[in-house]
């Protein structure tokens, strides 16, 4: 069975660029997770998105935004990027809704800021 | 706000060494209650959970928790560890009416040879 895979592994920008990160979730999973992870803390839950619809966020501002499409796979977009936004970005996926169902990660998304 | 605490953020045991990583919450009322590991080089992995019943549940690799409800605490356990056992550990908790899951800062743990 193929893991979560998100893309692209590392990613550079400026402040005040856009930037996109993508994950694809297991197979047959339907709930998609986005946690960003900056140096030194745990993970901070971002957006989580079922069959489609945005679920829940976390305590972000709007310029951090994202989507899923059809087939599960989903979309991280993050707008007028500062340098506080350095940090590794997270995708799990879960099979269904349950606050039980345990998630599966990806290996993450590293973006940096110049 | 609810919070995670995970009270060690480097730990560092010989081979054989008994393990007890700490984990308080701060909700209150039924929680779901998650470790998850990640080892050098791989993705954050699911170590054990507990959601109701015996509060001493077991995972993976030798791993164990318990619930202690009136500490609001998690401790993850486990008699003699090896040298794989190289890895950060995460402590998460969530309710079954709020999915989002709350993480702990982790902790680092380094088993020497």
């Known amino acids: 069975e193929a893991g979560v895979t998100q893309s692209p592994t590392h990613l550079i920008k400026t402040r005040g660029q856009q930037a996109t990160l993508r994950c694809s979730p297991i197979?047959?999973?339907?709930?998609v997770y986005w946690y960003q992870q900056a140096l030194g803390l745990g993970l901070q839950f971002l957006l989580w998105?079922?069959?489609?619809?945005?679920?829940n966020r976390g305590n972000f501002p709007p310029r951090f935004s994202g989507r899923q499409f059809p087939n599960y796979s989903s979309e991280l977009n993050v707008n007028a990027l500062e340098l506080e936004d350095s940090a590794l970005y997270l995708c799990?996926?879960?099979?269904?809704?349950?606050?039980?169902?345990?998630?599966?990660f990806g290996d993450g998304t590293r973006l940096s800021i110049l | 706000a609810q919070s995670v605490s995970q009270h060690n953020h480097h730990v560092i045991l010989s081979e054989a060494a008994s393990l007890e990583l700490g984990c308080n919450y701060s909700?209150?009322?039924?929680?779901?209650l998650f470790w998850y590991v990640q080892y050098p080089g791989q993705h954050l992995q699911l170590l054990l959970k507990?959601?109701?019943?015996d509060p001493l549940v077991k995972g993976i690799k030798g791993f164990e928790a318990e619930f202690i409800k009136s500490k609001f605490s998690f401790n993850l356990r486990k008699p003699s560890v090896q040298w794989s056992d190289t890895a950060e550990y995460f402590c998460?908790?969530?309710?079954?009416?709020?999915?989002?899951?709350?993480w702990g800062a982790g902790t680092k743990l380094i088993i020497k040879p």
């Open positions: 507990y959601f109701s019943g």
């Open positions: 998105y079922d069959e489609g619809e945005e679920r």
């Open positions: 197979s047959g999973h339907t709930s």
């Open positions: 909700y209150g009322g039924t929680v779901n």
């Open positions: 998460a908790v969530n309710r079954d009416s709020n999915y989002q899951l709350i």
């Open positions: 799990a996926s879960s099979h269904g809704q349950g606050a039980r169902e345990p998630q599966h």
